[in-house]
């Protein structure tokens, strides 16, 4: 319990550290958010005292009051779940970031789940077997890793997508179909959604998998040499026995470096998410950089860390859960 509690401190810190940032982002970067909101208003007309100071409001950008006051306000207004107002969208940043961050998340769990399972599938396979030509699936593993998210996924776009100039069997655009299906509970949307992941996720997996299959193989190889793992096989034990009590052991590291993982995923998938115009979090934080939406960009770089942090305390949790030596240094 200590273990979790000093990294839980650890991740409240890095929370504070990303918010504090996240706060002076838009107030140390060349520009005036309130200027260029202003401008924009009067290009539909006269924007007099009032309106300037209504757009202040809505930004939480009040030149005229000091910036610890601004900074203070700024985390009553987090605590109490209010992330500001969204003008190019016109609508609360909260709301907004509610409705696209369940894409991502399931395109992120989903994706992950399947590169660390293939991944330390295909890794064990390799270690179990090396020498063999089995091996020939670790370089090919690690050229699509070497490969940039968004270059892979326009690659795969131009072979494999309706958009591209070869193959075209899958959907290549969008989360679903805009034109034929009606979102809801209903079959269409649901197989609509699934086969429109489909690309998007193949690209974070390709680009993932080589670092798992890495880190197994390699814990996998140490594993074998161990007393426990020969002992195992002087007694006659079947193979697949013992290889399951090698892989059991050799996944402990791999899970302490599952944090890193995550962090590396995330800020791909979110290059992913442009390519695909998936309409996830990452698409709507590239939408928002264009059209200046300094509010939207802060809550969505708000949600990404926390998100991240989250699922890395996740993970350091399952860790100290199944390594009883991480209990007792504690």
């Not at 593993?141 to 069997?169: E, H, K, N």
């Amino acid at each position: 319990m200590r273990a979790i509690i000093r990294k839980l401190g650890v991740y409240l810190l890095a929370a504070w550290v990303a918010v504090t940032v996240s706060f002076l982002l838009p107030r140390v970067v060349p520009g005036n958010p309130v200027a260029g909101a202003v401008a924009r208003a009067s290009q539909s007309g006269n924007c007099n005292e009032q309106c300037v100071l209504a757009i202040e409001e809505q930004l939480g950008y009040n030149v005229h009051t000091p910036v610890w006051d601004q900074y203070v306000q700024y985390l009553g207004n987090l605590a109490h779940g209010d992330l500001g107002h969204s003008w190019s969208e016109n609508a609360p940043v909260g709301s907004l970031i509610l409705s696209f961050l369940p894409w991502t998340l399931v395109l992120l769990g989903l994706a992950t789940t399947l590169s660390f399972l293939a991944g330390s599938a295909i890794g064990t396979l390799v270690a179990w077997r090396r020498g063999s030509s089995v091996e020939l699936l670790l370089p090919v593993a690690t050229f699509f890793q070497s490969l940039p998210y968004f270059f892979l996924g326009l690659v795969i776009v131009l072979i494999f997508g309706q958009t591209g100039t070869m193959l075209r069997w899958v959907p290549s655009l969008f989360g679903y179909d805009i034109f034929a299906v009606t979102p809801g509970p209903n079959l269409p949307y649901i197989q609509s959604v699934l086969s429109h992941a489909i690309l998007p996720a193949a690209t974070v997996v390709l680009a993932s998998l080589g670092g798992f299959i890495l880190a197994i193989r390699n814990q996998v190889i140490t594993t074998m040499d161990e007393d426990f793992v020969l002992v195992a096989q002087a007694k006659g034990l079947r193979t697949r026995t013992v290889v399951w009590y090698a892989v059991r052991n050799a996944l402990l590291p791999v899970v302490a470096n599952f944090t890193i993982a995550i962090s590396l995923v995330v800020g791909g998938q979110i290059l992913v998410e442009i390519v695909f115009n998936y309409p996830g979090i990452g698409f709507h934080l590239f939408d928002a950089l264009g059209k200046l939406d300094y509010t939207l960009v802060q809550g969505i770089f708000v949600v990404i860390t926390l998100v991240v942090l989250a699922a890395n305390l996740l993970a350091d949790v399952v860790y100290v859960a199944i390594d009883p030596r991480a209990r007792q240094a504690a």
